[in-house]
T-cell receptor, first 111, second 115 residues
Framework: KQEVTQIPAALSVPEGENLVLNCSFTDSAIYNLQWFRQDPGKGLTSLLLIQSSQREQTSGRLNASLDKSSGRSTLYIAASQPGDSATYLCAALNRDDKIIFGKGTRLHILP | EAQVTQNPRYLITVTGKKLTVTCSQNMNHEYMSWYRQDPGLGLRQIYYSMNVEVTDKGDVPEGYKVSRKEKRNFPLILESPSPNQTSLYFC??????????????FGAGTRLSVL
C-alpha cells in the first residue's frame, strides 16, 4: 500500500532564503506527483504536477523534482516571501488510480 | 471560469440524519473524487469516479456513498452520519490520467459537524 511522507512537518525560515520541502513515497509505480498549497481554512491550490516520465517542473520561483527510483520528490522555493507561508502538500496518483496525500509541511516565512 | 463547486460550505447535523453534500464541476472532467481532511491524519480519499456510472472506493469509504449519474456531478451521501464523520470534506476533479496533464482542481471545502 502506497505511503506518502512529508518531512519536516513544520518549518520556519527567514524571508529571502531558499528552501526545500521533501516528499517521499513507498511505491514508485505512480502516474504523477502533484504539489499543492493550502492556506488556513481554505481549499487546495495546485502548484506543480510532474508526470512519471518527467524529472522536474518549474513555475516562477518554484521548482519540483521527481526521482521515482528513490521514491522522492522535492519542492524548491527560491527567495522565500512572507506570502509563501502556508501548508504544502504532495499527492501521488497510483497505478490503481487512487490518490494518496502526504500530511503536509507547514511553512512559516519570518519577515 | 473553471470551478469545482461544493454545497453547503458549512453543515451542522445530528447523528443518524441523512445528508448529501453536492459537488459540481464545469470543466468536463472525467475523474472526480472526495476527500476528508482531519488534523494529524491529512487528506484521505473516500471515493473516486473515473467516469459516469463508474465509482471506486478510496482509503476510507466506510459510512459514505457516492453516485455519478452525470459527468459534472458527484454527490457525497452520508446515510446515517456519526460524530466520527465530523471533518472537512473536499471534492476534486481532473481530466483523468488518459486525457492530459491530470491536474486536480479542488472545491472550497465543506465543514461538517455531526452532533
Amino acid at each position: 500500500k502506497q505511503e506518502v511522507t512529508q518531512i519536516p512537518a513544520a518549518l520556519s525560515v527567514p524571508e529571502g532564503e531558499n528552501l526545500v520541502l521533501n516528499c517521499s513515497f513507498t511505491d514508485s509505480a505512480i502516474y504523477n506527483l502533484q504539489w499543492f498549497r493550502q492556506d488556513p481554512g481554505k481549499g487546495l491550490t495546485s502548484l506543480l504536477l510532474i508526470q512519471s516520465s518527467q524529472r522536474e517542473q518549474t513555475s516562477g520561483r518554484l521548482n519540483a523534482s521527481l526521482d521515482k527510483s528513490s521514491g522522492r520528490s522535492t519542492l524548491y522555493i527560491a527567495a522565500s516571501q512572507p506570502g509563501d507561508s502556508a501548508t504544502y502538500l504532495c499527492a501521488a496518483l497510483n497505478r490503481d488510480d487512487k490518490i494518496i496525500f502526504g500530511k503536509g509541511t507547514r511553512l512559516h516565512i519570518l519577515p | 471560469e473553471a470551478q469545482v463547486t461544493q454545497n453547503p460550505r458549512y453543515l451542522i447535523t445530528v447523528t443518524g440524519k441523512k445528508l448529501t453534500v453536492t459537488c459540481s464541476q464545469n470543466m468536463n472532467h472525467e475523474y472526480m473524487s472526495w476527500y476528508r481532511q482531519d488534523p494529524g491524519l491529512g487528506l484521505r480519499q473516500i471515493y473516486y469516479s473515473m467516469n459516469v456510472e463508474v465509482t471506486d472506493k478510496g482509503d476510507v469509504p466506510e459510512g459514505y456513498k457516492v453516485s455519478r449519474k452525470e459527468k459534472r456531478n458527484f454527490p457525497l451521501i452520508l446515510e446515517s452520519p456519526s460524530p466520527n464523520q465530523t471533518s472537512l470534506y473536499f471534492c476534486a476533479s481532473s481530466t483523468g490520467r488518459l486525457a492530459g496533464e491530470n491536474i486536480q482542481y479542488f472545491g472550497a471545502g465543506t465543514r461538517l459537524s455531526v452532533l
